[in-house]
């Protein structure tokens, strides 16, 4: 018998234990895959039913919506029975500021109607519905406009077609409503949604699986979504049979090997321990030309070059560390801190041969927070794995806390310690901090425009990049240590530059006197909104500013109480704006505020806040000889919004300037609307393009968009604004 056939015989005696665990692999995965494909399915399940009730709530909204913005009250009914003609709706209900009804159209559904915006029904669900405000022009609130479509048989048959799944819909107490399941697993899958956890999938005797959906704000119905499973039946019996026919099998393999393959690999197993613990002069007898012959040959052989190439590996590391000066220097020009830390970590690992390691940087808090890691699964200290920032370790506690607080390194085995420190878990470690250059100096805050600079010292403290259980469970050497300064050094290079990139892209986009963004800035956020409204049918509100009779302020008090005022009207108008708005001095007395997803309406009170803060509160200022007085000042600002006065980025600030100028000829102290463009458009009743149901009766996700862009339109594209001009 040949070696080759001795060694297939080798192998049938020791795959007694891989067949075992084969078998309760296969077991197991084919159970996991079949759950992990119920599961998929029901969350595709879910989400088509969420996007299929939100599409109906918006189609029912839409048509409410059309019918609130007819003003005459017959001609508002006509437009309600038109919605339920074209099948829009199925009914749809006006009701006056009491709550009365004052017309419902003929054949509306049964009672009681669900609205969209409910977070749970009170009670069983006989029709889903969408209510708006009806307001006349003047904005004084006149009831409501109602549109409701059916929940019956035949809307969760069309929601099981969706979705490819069965579909149950619930009342309140926990029972069937509405279902499309079959009558023998009703019982089973009721049973399984009772003891559901939320949305966590929940499996059935049957083998089904199930997952409740709902209710939940924009996705109010109470539904409950299964599918059978699909693991093949007699999986088991056929995994034991294979085990007990292989452990025959390895049992006469057993028998007739035992006298024929003991001294050959008794002395190459001598070998590979030799060369295991390092001795790789270990050379195996060649005793014969057979296959056991050829073996130890190529063992032989094999350390041979192992040796070189641990002598050439040595010699590499060498000329790594040579080459981490010019690495640094790459790195250096690059400002993504996050892709640089991940290089510098991701070199560390492999220049040291570690499993793992983090890079965390001082939050200014006293408290270390992981900005990259890599290898740490089953490390992890917290149970969000998938954000780094969820390592957080105080400084002074822990390995990496000790060497943030003391900047000197550390290595070693890892010793648990008594109270939790929020560090990974691991057998061996090195760590070093890293710092500021010294010489830096202190930084602001960019995300902050006129925010003072932070404290800095000499060296300051930035970091550690900490390393865990090298390859081959042997610690970490000084080499090693050495190195990870090397990298540690160019961390603090890679983050000072970034540092110092940030604040002065902060100082070339901010107005140093007001701390508000520039003119610069505002020529690039006004094509960025402008684009993003655009693009999702949003509305862009813009408020041009000018302080009125400014100069007279700077002939009668000077330039010094004239920077004051601009500096405490700008405070003003971030005090009155949310974050999400941008406010930008444009030069001189005058401003700029961007209003995103905000129509004229809301323009118009933030203007008549804004007014009503400068107009009502004297600026306190130094006047001559430096006795404090209160300089009165008011404001004019003129509004326009994107699409409906303009059609891109320039024409809406010009139409907000115009109607500033308009502001400022009515009077002065208080704001104008800017007009609408010529010609004016013909007024309709706004539809829904999509007004006609598809095949299967659901609405689908965007259908609403066309009559979204109707009544809110998207601009043909954003242009840069220009100069306003002085006034």
């Known amino acids: 018998m040949t070696l080759r056939g001795r060694l297939t015989a080798a192998f049938l005696t020791v795959v007694l234990g891989p067949v075992l665990l084969g078998a309760v692999f296969v077991g197991s995965t084919l159970s996991a895959v079949d759950r992990g494909r119920a599961v998929e399915r029901l969350g595709v399940a879910a989400a088509g039913v969420r996007t299929s009730v939100d599409a109906l709530c918006q189609q029912l909204r839409a048509a409410a919506d059309a019918v609130a913005l007819v003003a005459d009250p017959a001609a508002r009914s006509r437009a309600a029975d038109q919605m339920v003609g074209r099948g829009?709706?199925?009914?749809?209900?006006?009701?006056?500021?009491a709550g009365r009804t004052s017309y419902a159209t003929l054949g509306g559904p049964a009672g009681p109607w669900q609205d969209c915006a409910a977070d749970a029904p009170a009670g069983p669900v006989r029709a889903l519905a969408a209510r708006v405000r009806l307001r006349d022009p003047a904005g004084a609130d006149l009831g409501t406009v109602a549109a409701a479509l059916p929940v019956d048989p035949a809307f969760v048959a069309r929601l099981a077609a969706v979705t490819g799944v069965g579909v149950t819909l619930l009342d309140d107490p926990g029972r069937i409503t509405h279902t499309t399941e079959k009558?023998?697993?009703?019982?089973a899958v009721l049973a399984a949604a009772r003891e559901a956890d939320g949305e966590r999938v929940t499996g059935t005797a049957d083998g089904r699986y199930v997952r409740r959906v709902g209710p939940s704000p924009g996705q109010p119905l109470p539904l409950v979504l299964s599918v059978p499973g699909e693991r093949p039946p007699g999986l088991y019996a056929a995994l034991v049979g294979a085990v007990v026919l292989a452990a025959l099998l390895a049992v006469l393999a057993a028998w007739r090997l035992a006298r024929v393959t003991t001294r050959p690999l008794v002395e190459l197993a001598g070998a590979v321990?030799?060369?295991?613990?390092?001795?790789?002069?270990?050379?195996?007898?060649v005793r014969s030309r057979d296959e056991i012959g050829r073996l130890a040959g190529a063992f032989n052989r094999m350390t041979r070059e192992t040796g070189s190439y641990v002598a050439a590996l040595t010699s590499s590391r060498d000329q790594l560390r040579g080459h981490l000066t010019v690495l640094g220097d790459t790195l250096a020009s690059t400002h993504d801190l996050q892709r640089i830390l991940r290089v510098i970590l991701h070199s560390?690992?492999?220049?040291?041969?570690?499993?793992?390691?983090?890079?965390?940087?001082?939050?200014?808090?006293d408290v270390l927070v992981g900005q990259c890691v890599e290898g740490l699964d089953g490390r992890w200290p917290t149970e969000d794995r998938a954000d780094p920032a969820t390592l957080r370790v105080p400084v002074g506690a822990g390995v990496v806390g000790t060497v943030a607080a003391t900047g000197e390194p550390l290595r070693g085995r890892w010793e648990p310690a008594d109270a939790p420190t929020g560090e990974p878990s691991c057998e061996t470690y090195v760590a070093v901090p890293f710092a500021a250059p010294r010489g830096a100096e202190p930084r602001g805050d960019p995300d902050r425009p006129g925010h003072p600079p932070a404290e800095a010292s000499d060296s300051a403290a930035l970091g550690v990049l900490a390393l865990y259980d090298r390859l081959g469970a042997d610690e970490f050497d000084d080499d090693d240590l050495v190195t990870l300064r090397t990298f540690a050094g160019h961390a603090a290079v890679a983050v000072e530059n970034v540092r110092v990139h940030e604040e002065a892209q902060r100082l070339s986009l901010t107005d140093p006197l007001t701390g508000l963004w520039n003119y610069r800035y505002l020529r690039e956020s006004i094509r960025r909104e402008v684009e993003?409204?655009?693009?999702?049918?949003?509305?862009?509100?813009?408020?041009?500013?000018?302080?009125?009779?400014?100069?007279?302020?700077?002939?009668t008090w000077g330039h010094a109480a004239g920077d004051a005022v601009l500096v405490e009207f700008a405070?003003?108008?971030?005090?009155?704006?949310?974050?999400?708005?941008?406010?930008?001095r444009q030069g001189g007395e005058e401003f700029v505020v961007l209003l995103p997803e905000t129509d004229a309406r809301g323009a118009t009170i933030v203007a008549e806040r804004l007014g009503a803060v400068v107009r009502d509160h004297p600026v306190p200022v130094d006047g001559h000889a430096g006795e404090p007085i209160r300089v009165r000042v008011t404001v004019s600002i003129g509004i326009a919004v994107y699409p409906d006065h303009a059609a891109g980025g320039q024409q809406v600030l010009d139409a907000a300037d115009d109607a500033l100028y308009a502001a400022k000829a009515a009077g002065r102290d208080g704001y104008r609307l800017a007009q609408a463009p010529d010609p004016v458009?013909?007024?309709?009743?706004?539809v829904v393009v999509t007004t006609v149901s598809p095949p299967d009766g659901l609405p689908r996700a965007g259908a609403g968009d066309a009559a979204t862009v109707a009544q809110g339109g998207a601009s043909s594209g954003p242009h840069p604004p220009r100069q306003s001009r002085g006034r």
């Open 183 to 187: 009558r023998e697993v009703r019982a």
């Open 532 to 555: 993003r409204a655009n693009r999702f049918g949003r509305m862009l509100s813009v408020l041009a500013l000018d302080l009125d009779r400014f100069k007279d302020v700077n002939d």
């Open 348 to 365: 560390a690992i492999a220049a040291t041969g570690a499993r793992a390691g983090a890079v965390l940087l001082l939050d200014g808090e």
């Open 681 to 686: 458009p013909t007024q309709e009743i706004p």
């Open 273 to 285: 321990d030799r060369v295991a613990h390092g001795d790789l002069t270990a050379r195996v007898p």
């Open 571 to 584: 405070r003003r108008v971030r005090g009155e704006i949310r974050e999400v708005d941008l406010a930008f």
């Open 88 to 97: 829009v709706a199925a009914g749809v209900q006006i009701a006056d500021a």
